[in-house]
């Protein structure tokens, strides 16, 4: 995807309050407007929310997969990152088509972990985050498909209370997240100013 493509969905997907903060941010304030979210399997979901995968294989990714992972364009998440995740226990479940990988979700089994918000997991707990489809084909069901899939993953590892966090002005995650069965727990906010200052309730078990 090129860079004026990237600019394109940037701003597409993104309402001027989001802009707005992503300018501040660059001279060193922080604001985080937050949901806290709780997902899984629901009875709600429908037969097409679970369809998307077809001509993909699915698995929990590994070591191997993380320089290809690291080498997707825009994204500010380095490969020595995304060893520590792994080392640290936690698990990405990724779809791949043709060999090459278009899809991931990856969840932590032990913290639900975010900018202010932060609470141990109980052992029926999981926290899903960094969640990515490649931009040709977004749209097509893939997205859905790969989460109700980790859904089951994560059920059959006896994790069925599943926490997710999505910013305020993220109406396309916020969307896909309710489709899929999804209720807001809770709304927060958290402000860091020059990385240095923190202000703002710590987030808490909900």
Known sequence: MSYFKH????VRYS????????????????????????????????????????GCEVSFLGPEDMTEMAQIPYRPVRYEELQRRL??????LGAKRDGHLVAF?????????????SFSLNDDEAYLFDAYTASDLRGQGLAPALRYHLYGEL??????????????????????KLKLGARILKS?????????WHFGPRGQRP
């Open 7 to 10: 600019l394109q969905e940037k």
């Open 15 to 54: 309402p001027l309050p989001r802009i707005f903060i992503d300018g501040l941010d660059k001279l060193g304030i922080q604001i985080h407007l937050i949901y806290l979210i709780q997902e899984g399997i629901t009875e709600g979901v429908t037969r097409q929310q679970q369809v998307g995968l077809e």
């Open 87 to 92: 080392k640290d226990g936690n698990l990405c």
């Open 105 to 117: 979700t990856w969840c932590n089994l032990t913290r639900c972990q975010s900018e202010g918000y």
């Open 155 to 176: 059920a059959r590892l006896g994790r069925t209370k599943i926490y997710s966090i999505t910013e305020r002005f993220n109406a396309p995650a916020l969307r896909f």
């Open 188 to 196: 927060d906010w958290y402000v860091t100013l020059f990385r240095k």
